[in-house]
């Protein structure tokens, strides 16, 4: 019993961090129709980013600042520089640029930083709570990452429910031509997109780097769950991307618990392609509103 | 004074739009006529903005809108409704005015002032567009490019799928915001006989040309031209 709440608990963390990789997924998706390839690298550029400020300022903080920052430059930077030329086009080609974004950003974080993976700092304990006289597989660092999540998803349903701006996000997303003809600057609401994604996925590789390590090519893995988690949710839908993400977290932590560390990359691609088989539209779709 | 000089738009290979001159003065309807293809759709588009012209000239007031991106002519005051309506099905009915009122700011109309034109509207704010009929779709339309309190409005086809009753009283609204709000508005219709009755002047296309530009009354009394192009 204890064990099952402690792979309920350690598959709720890292199902936050799913969640946040899933949400700058769909935001891009949702913007401008693009999976973005490159969020995996994206993220591991802001992750070294951080670990640069911390080494040098000797606060957490200001790296973790540093990183949100970053990704918000980052992602505004690709998409008005490389995607936009592209947009409008056959809908390979920005996929293609997103492809070659990832083995640039991956050569050249390689290339600055080495590839032997580095230990990144955590800001809290990672010492399991104690409960009784048993240590808990849940520890203070895992609740930050719970909660900070939470903070990001009730931040972006805010943006997009309650604001003027989040309203012109979502109307240049669903009708591009018909957001311009009421004056929307949907190219800018594009730009934004892209910036919040990649401040969500600067956000997952800093909460994710101090148990996966920091290396060029160390947070492939969780990109690959963070696209699952997307599809579990319908691609379209960002409540979508929390739940999916908070659910194969759970799935793969049962997985693992039970059945070996080894299958969850394997049970993360069966979920993928049974949930394609059986509800292509994701399980939590906001897309039946849309074939009208 | 919306002033269209000499536009003329290509679609691939095919002249869409050949050399075409109208003009919409404020408080004024000017109906486009023609039969399909013979680029009424483009003509607006190209207007807008959406599409770009081989040659030509497009003006507000003497200001120049040729070639500016689509969102800086709607924020110059010309409102394009678009063929179908573009309402934004995602949204909330009253999602979709507010949209429209952003980059107004202070001086959008409010939701309750389009509602106040349009009841029906009122009693489904808070739905999402997709459920709205056809008609409440094309009052959703018109409601939502008055929003920013435009001063030309292009409007393609509002009667398109209609009963003739919605389409009268369609045809009275745009009659009205014609003259109470000074709103000079270019009508594209299929519709010719309906969008006569309320035009102060009509124009007739064939194959992107203009083949006719008269007084509603001269136009509905030439029967080579009703038999040719208008079909009535």
């Known amino acids: 019993m204890t064990r099952f709440l402690d792979l309920t608990l350690s598959g709720i963390s890292t199902g936050a961090v799913y969640a ?240 070996g560390s080894t299958l969850v990359p394997l049970a993360a691609l069966a979920i993928l392609v049974i949930v394609l088989m059986v509800r292509p539209t994701g399980l939590f779709a906001a897309t039946r509103e849309r074939r009208v | 004074m919306l002033t269209v000089e000499g536009l003329t738009t290509d679609y691939g290979a095919v002249r869409a739009v050949d050399g075409v001159s109208v003009q919409v003065g404020e408080g004024t309807i000017t109906a486009v006529l023609g039969a399909n293809g013979a680029g009424k759709t483009t003509l607006l588009r190209t207007i807008s903005g959406l599409v770009r012209p081989r040659a030509g000239r497009v003006s507000l007031d003497g200001d120049e809108l040729t070639r500016l991106p689509v969102e800086e002519i709607v924020r110059c005051g010309v409102a394009h409704v678009p063929e179908g309506g573009g309402v934004i099905s995602e949204l909330t009915v009253e999602e979709n005015l507010r949209v429209a009122a952003v980059w107004r700011r202070g001086q959008a109309a409010r939701p309750d002032e389009i509602y106040d034109l349009f009841p029906r509207l009122r009693e489904r704010r808070t739905q999402p567009a997709s459920r709205l009929s056809g008609g409440e779709r094309q009052m959703l339309s018109i409601g939502r490019a008055l929003v920013a309190r435009p001063r030309i409005l292009l409007l393609d086809e509002p009667s398109l799928g209609l009963a003739p009753l919605l389409v009268a009283q369609i045809m009275g609204f745009i009659r009205r915001f014609a003259d109470s709000l000074g709103i000079g508005v270019l009508l594209v219709e299929q519709n010719a006989r309906s969008a006569l009755s309320v035009a102060n002047r009509g124009v007739v296309l064939n194959l992107g040309r203009v083949v006719a530009d008269q007084e509603p009354h001269q136009l509905a009394a030439d029967e080579r031209l009703r038999h040719a192009y208008l079909g009535f």
């Open chain 1, 20 to 259: 946040a990789v899933a949400l700058a997924l769909v935001l891009i998706w949702r913007a401008t129709r693009v999976v973005n390839f490159a969020q995996g690298a994206m993220l591991m550029i802001t992750t070294f980013i951080a670990l640069a400020v911390i080494n040098a300022t000797g606060s957490y903080w200001l790296g973790f600042v540093a990183a949100l920052l970053s990704g918000l430059v980052l992602g505004a930077v690709v998409e008005r520089v490389l995607i936009r030329p592209v947009e409008g086009g056959p809908p390979l080609n920005p996929v293609i640029v997103t492809l070659g974004l990832y083995t640039l950003l991956v050569a050249v974080g390689g290339m600055i930083w080495g590839n032997t993976p580095r230990s990144f700092p955590a800001p809290f304990s990672l010492r399991g709570y104690r409960v009784g006289g048993t240590t808990l597989l849940f520890t203070p660092n895992d609740t930050f990452i719970v909660l900070i999540v939470l903070a990001l998803a009730l931040g972006l349903a805010v943006l997009f429910r309650a604001t003027p701006i989040g309203l012109q996000m979502r109307a240049a997303a669903f009708r591009p031509e018909v957001a311009r003809l009421l004056g929307v600057r949907v190219g800018r609401m594009f730009t934004l997109g892209w910036a919040l994604a990649a401040v969500a996925g600067a956000l997952a590789g800093v909460l994710i780097a101090p148990s996966v390590f920091l290396g060029p090519n160390n947070f492939d893995p969780i990109l690959i769950s963070g696209f699952v988690a997307a599809v579990l949710g319908g691609l379209d839908s960002p409540p979508g991307a929390v739940i999916g993400g908070l659910v194969l977290g759970l799935a793969l932590s049962y997985v693992s618990g039970y059945e």
